[in-house]
């Protein structure tokens, strides 16, 4: 089994959804982020927690909300999806001490 | 200036040669460098991780790290159809809690 899973793996919905991507780790790793990729623009951050009780914006975070409900789960909500909100999805864990990152399979998202 | 930049390639190699990927860094405080390989619509892979300056050794691949010019580099040695990727450079500053920042990446094409 994956150390980070997501689910789901591709998801196809219609402007103005709600859309909720989970993920969950077995790593025991503190820090979980979620990272959106498009072609030609790389992996880019929309937001991040150290702990359950810490969350932070990223780069990209308007539009995306998050919950981290437990050390192990970090869910990303599109709260009314739009088209340019199409790409695919990574979350992400590290430990605190190196900042290797370690990632989910990844979530294909096309918002017609 | 970005923060990490790449060439975003295509760099193509005849199967069997040394392919070289290069990276530079503007932030001289950085201290972790990492080479994650990505397949098409997979997420990325660590392959390897440099701290030091000078080079390290893993396989066939070799990450080479110049602090003083801000470059790291990986070398990959007979090149084999199976490395056709692309490949990210991550840099942690060791600040902002450990944050990896990426370059765009660069795809590599081995040619049999």
């Keep these: 089994d994956a150390d980070v899973t997501q689910t789901p ?92 990152l370690f990632f989910g399979e990844g979530s294909r998202l096309t918002v017609l | 200036q970005k923060e990490v930049e790449q060439n975003s390639g295509p760099l193509s190699v005849p199967e069997g040669a040394i392919a070289s990927l290069n990276c530079t860094y503007s932030d001289r405080v950085s201290q972790s460098f990492f080479w994650y390989r990505q397949y098409s619509g997979k997420s990325p892979e660590l392959i390897m991780s440099i701290y030091s300056n000078g080079d390290k050794e893993d396989g066939r691949f070799t990450a080479q790290l110049n602090k003083a010019s801000q470059y790291v580099s990986l070398l990959i040695r007979d090149s084999q159809p199976s490395d056709s990727a692309t490949y990210l450079c991550a840099v942690n500053r060791n600040n902002a809690g450990n944050m990896l920042t990426f370059g765009g990446g660069t795809r590599l094409m081995v040619k049999p």
């Design chain 1, 9 to 100: 793996r591709n998801r196809i919905t219609k402007t103005g959804k709600r859309i909720m991507l989970e993920c969950s780790q077995t790593k025991g790793h503190d820090r979980m982020y979620w990272y959106r990729q498009d072609p030609g623009l790389g992996l880019r951050l929309i937001y991040y927690s150290f702990d359950v009780k810490d969350i932070n914006k990223g780069e990209i975070s308007d539009g995306y909300s998050v919950s981290r409900q437990a050390q192990a789960k970090f869910s990303l909500s599109l709260e009314s999806a739009i088209p340019n909100q199409t790409a695919l999805y990574f979350c992400a864990t590290s430990s605190r001490n190196t900042g290797e």
